[in-house]
């Protein structure tokens, strides 16, 4: 896995990630092949040894600037 997050401007950020995994548990697949019905309708799980993701968003974070700044009027 891996992200990455860019500062554009003071508040917004771009964030990206992505992700590369290898399969190697796949016990609950039944044996024999797959119809053309059931993979285009999705109805059983295809065996495959690789899954890949990747994420993209952005983030605006806002607010007092003095928030850091401690009262000491106890």
């Known amino acids: 896995d891996g992200n990455i997050s860019i500062r554009v401007f003071r508040g ?23 119809t053309d019905e059931e993979i285009l309708l999705r109805r059983r799980e295809r065996a495959s040894e690789y899954e890949f993701d990747i994420r993209m968003g952005f983030s605006y974070q806002f607010g007092s600037i003095f928030n850091n700044v401690v009262n000491n009027r106890f």
């Open 12 to 34: 917004l950020r771009l964030n990206a990630g992505g992700g590369l995994e290898r399969i190697r548990d796949q016990i609950f697949l039944p044996l024999g092949g797959l």
